[in-house]
């Protein structure tokens, strides 16, 4: 199942080269210059220094939510432990748009009767459309104290393997 880019990641990518660029600038007008007071170059080198400085630290930021949000997905899936969701829908995700398709999204819902709460989970876009229908039960995997950290199983719908919480 193909998965899409996130859209911080390639955004924070951008952010970065254009602010590395902007960094190598102001140092090149900073050598071409040698700093000589009244230059109207000092002015460039700031701007350019600051957004050369600016930028890849807004990118490295935008960079690692995705890496921390699936770090965190990778965990939860080595524990093992799951819950057994119902897919509420299979919609497509109309704020994405690649190759002129809009990436599938899965919704699903879990209904916790010791704490009688209902839960509901989105997985990550996905270019293929999963082979799964609304009412079909699902793994969602779930730290055990934390239900927001999750990570929807749409490879495998069997439940053969993990530990079970409910």
């Excluded at 770090?71 to 995700?93: F, H, K, N, S």
């Excluded at 009767?113 to 270019?127: N, V």
């Amino acid at each position: 199942m193909k998965k899409w880019m996130n859209p911080f990641a390639l955004t924070g990518l951008i952010f970065t080269c254009n602010g590395l660029i902007f960094l190598i600038l102001a140092i090149i007008f900073l050598v071409k210059s040698g700093l000589t007071p009244g230059s109207g170059m000092n002015i460039i080198i700031i701007v350019f220094g600051a957004f050369g400085l600016f930028f890849p630290i807004l990118g490295i930021f935008l960079i690692s939510i995705p890496m921390h949000r699936r770090r965190l997905a990778r965990q939860v899936r080595e524990e093992g432990y799951y819950i057994m969701g119902e897919v509420t829908g299979i919609l497509p995700d109309a704020s994405i748009r690649i190759n002129g398709r809009n990436p599938y999204v899965v919704h699903c819902a879990y209904q916790d009767i010791y704490q009688d709460r209902a839960w509901t989970f989105r997985s990550e876009p996905q270019l293929d459309p999963p082979d799964l229908r609304p009412g079909d039960q699902i793994r969602i995997f779930v730290k055990p104290d934390d239900y927001s950290i999750y990570d929807i199983d749409l490879e495998s719908t069997s439940s053969s393997d993990g530990y079970r919480l409910s």
